[in-house]
């Protein structure tokens, strides 16, 4: 424990950059996490369309957010977690638009599309004062450009092909090449950023203390930090309260693959819980055994299980709703999700049980639900986040307290953690929010 914090504050003087929340304040957190495109319309439009299909804008923004705090706050939720805020490539291309922000190419200008600079800054101010916590998505892998021929003066800072990696394929299979080599296709090149070149890490850093504290947030999240070779985290590049491998590319799924960089970084997604989870929850013919022995190999197998993140949907991945409606499975996977170990993430829509499976069908247009709190899980959000909520405050230990998973018979798990006891089951009841039950 004061080895983990020691560490971290080491890390910050050393950078004389600061966001203002520590890993330890984030671990106390129940984290909200929007598309903003997605999640509210300045308009406050409960109709204007949205066919995710297309991959273009729809329409949500900073200013539509604030507006749409209360929804969020009344869940219990106790931070924002917003898609990346910066200038994007523009235009359509064959993949559609920039509108989840992982397309970079101006990372000094704000993405005109969400808002102006005052209604960014407005929105971290109306999170600050209802107590909430910002941590805004920030890509480091790569810049993006249109086409095949990349255009290396349009991206700013890194105006340079001397800042980027040569273009070749990456084999998955092979870690060089996944931190050398290029996402993308010839549609949309994702020019990948040579973190080994130490004039590319100062650049970074120059970013992170001058750009980055200019807004007030409390946290960055690393997109695709497995793109990047993982001594260039940590002390030498970026103190991170959250990150996440892509899982959707498989290598994020293993605890061996992703404990060690926690020796780099604060916080990772656990990406194995997640997936061993989901497996076990969406049927009744799920395995609890796997679930259970992959919750006890991350607690062994990671530096400290309680800073990871604890989700069970994402921007990459298919949403619960898709594999089942079920709403007994629905809810214990969300009670796994507030009450276990780490930092809880919920991704927006799961909370009204929404049904897309791959991106980009799991990003749909939240006002289509009418931002409804009935017949949906908000009521369990609500309950289980105002639960939590209390622990932290009441018995700290609580967070920092580790779960013991136990499987009570092939459907049934129990979990203990602190004073709080679960027991939880995959047998379902047969009827979803929007099938009646027989
Ligand atoms: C792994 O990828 C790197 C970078 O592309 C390459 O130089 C190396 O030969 C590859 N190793 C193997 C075993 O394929």
Known sequence: MHRQLLVFFTLFSAFRFSIAASASDWR????????????ARSDGSLTSPCDPKDRRYCGGTWRGMINRLDYIQGMGFTAIWISPIVQQISGDTFEGEAYHGYWPQNIYALNPNFGTEQDFKDLVAAC??????????TVINHFANRGEIV?????????????????????WGNQTSIERCWMGNGYVSLADIDTENP???????????????KYKIDGLFASTPVGISRNRFGANFLVQPMFTPK???????????????????????????KELATDAFVSS?????????VARQMQVQSKDITLFGTFMENHDNPRLGSFTTDIARLRNLAVLNILTDGVPVVYYG?????????????????????YS???????????????????????????????????????VINVRKGNVVLVLTNSGEGCGYRHSCQ
């Open 285 to 293: 013919a799920g395995s609890m055994a796997e679930l259970v022995k």
């Open 373 to 411: 709190t009935t017949n949906n899980l908000v009521p369990t959000f609500t309950v289980l986040n105002t639960f939590r909520n209390y622990l932290v405050k009441s018995a700290t230990s609580f967070i920092t307290t580790l779960a013991t998973y136990t499987l009570l018979s092939s459907s």
């Open 247 to 273: 899982g959707r590319y498989g290598i994020g799924i293993r605890s061996d693959v992703i404990c060690p960089y926690q020796e780099h970084m604060d916080s990772l997604h656990n990406y194995p819980f």
């Open 350 to 370: 799961q909370e009204q049980a929404l049904t897309g499976s791959n991106d980009p069908l799991n990003r749909e247009a939240l006002w289509l639900t009418g």
């Open 199 to 213: 004039t590319v890490i100062e650049i970074w850093k120059e970013y992170l203390v001058s750009f980055i504290p």
């Open 128 to 137: 600050h004062s209802r107590g909430m916590y910002l941590m805004v998505d």
């Open 28 to 39: 106390s957190r129940s984290i909200y996490q929007a598309v903003t495109d997605r999640f």
């Open 151 to 171: 255009n290396y003066q349009a991206f700013v800072p890194f105006s340079d092909e001397r800042f980027f990696h040569p273009r070749c394929e990456i084999d």
